[in-house]
């Protein structure tokens, strides 16, 4: 089978709505989406702590940004009727797991009521096409069991994140089947790998926990070492919802699968203490890490994906390898530090995945 890739034509002048454009993911998908020349507008809260790939490209990105909490139903109807899209691309989400402990009414109100909101903002839009609502690689009802999950296999979560995440997948096929599909809108859903690359400053995640110990010259601690994940670089999952809405707004929307996973080739795994040894020789800290000694917030030990229906539904699959994903970060964060023009180097990375057949 051809691989299915983005099409810069699909998306030139095409009206977007991408909901987390400040976000880690949402900020490349941003970039992407502008760098197509499409007309994009953004939904989402601003962006966290000292560092953001958001904050780093802001000022060349051309899209129509409003600062709005998604379980405000009022403020974003407004946005969405104004902007009349005719695709939606849906990440803006509470997504860390550890947080959902911390704040799980916080957590389902944005993951399920939020999403709720959009979907019911959508209803009578004139010109909408497709929409596409990003939910979690943990939505599935994990027993650790060791196989691949399908988009076939029961949904559950038994963290905060992972149920709210689950139950977006309920609300969204609720809407789909009351709503739109009487008027051949596609709604549909996707679930992603553990996504890692350059742009990620969040609290709680492997790859800025051990860029932050190498910034302040400090030992990296880890919660679960042994855990395996299906890790992905974050081109390989936008490029992954592109496609999937280029193909949800053609001629046979209405006939594709509306979940599906994005995932490594082969539902490959790594653990967290493999990735950690392998980032941390690549940023030059010499010391191995260690276990955090206190007590976690339980979290899954085995996760994976099967990709295969993706691949024949939509011809995507991934292109890096566990190893280049990795190179491919560290040298984004490194670019981070010493070259002034983070947003070419962002860019020149988009250029790299593109040009790989």
Same mark, same amino acid.
């Given at each position: ?39 994009? !507008? ?185 855990? !395996? ?99 491919? !970060? ?28």
């Amino acid at each position: 089978m051809t691989l299915s890739t983005v099409n810069p034509d699909f998306w030139k002048g095409r009206r977007v709505l991408l909901t987390g454009h400040s976000g880690f993911k949402g900020a490349w998908a941003a970039l992407w989406l502008c760098r197509m020349g499409a007309e994009v !507008t953004g939904v989402s809260l601003p962006p966290e702590g000292n560092f953001s790939l958001y904050d780093s490209i802001k000022d060349q990105l051309t899209l129509n940004s409003n600062f709005i909490d998604i379980r405000d139903a009022e403020k974003l109807n407004a946005v969405v009727k104004k902007s009349n899209p005719e695709i939606i691309l849906h990440m803006a989400a509470q997504a860390l797991v550890r947080r959902s402990y911390r704040e799980p009414v916080n957590t389902y109100e944005t993951n399920v009521m939020g999403t709720a909101n959009l979907l019911e903002a959508m209803r009578d839009l004139a010109e909408l096409k497709a929409a596409l609502i990003i939910t979690s690689d943990k939505v599935y009802r994990n027993n650790e069991d060791g196989h691949a999950f399908r988009e076939t296999d029961p949904l559950g979560g038994d963290d905060p994140y992972s149920a709210s995440k689950a139950a977006c997948e309920i609300t969204t096929a609720s809407f789909a089947k009351s709503f739109f599909n009487d008027k051949g809108i596609p709604i549909a859903t996707a679930r992603a790998g553990n996504v890692i690359g350059g742009g990620d400053f969040s609290e709680d995640r492997l790859i800025p926990d051990i860029w932050r110990a190498a910034r302040e010259g400090e030992s990296v601690t880890l919660r679960y070492p042994g855990a !395996t994940r299906p890790w992905q670089h974050v081109l390989e999952s936008v490029s992954g919802y592109l496609v999937y809405l280029q193909a949800l707004a053609g001629d046979d929307g209405a006939h594709l699968p509306k979940s599906l996973n994005f995932g490594p080739q082969g539902g490959e795994v790594v653990t967290v203490g493999e990735i950690a040894l392998e980032v941390q020789k690549a940023f030059g800290i010499d010391s191995n890490w260690s276990l955090v000694n206190s007590a976690q917030p339980p979290e899954k030990s085995y996760l994976a994906l099967d990709a295969s229906l993706a691949h024949k539904a939509l011809g995507w699959q991934s292109k890096w390898a566990p190893s280049e994903t990795l190179t491919k !970060t560290v040298e984004w964060y490194k670019a981070f530090s010493e070259t002034p023009d983070i947003y070419s180097f962002t860019l020149s990375q988009i250029d790299e995945y593109e040009d790989i057949s």
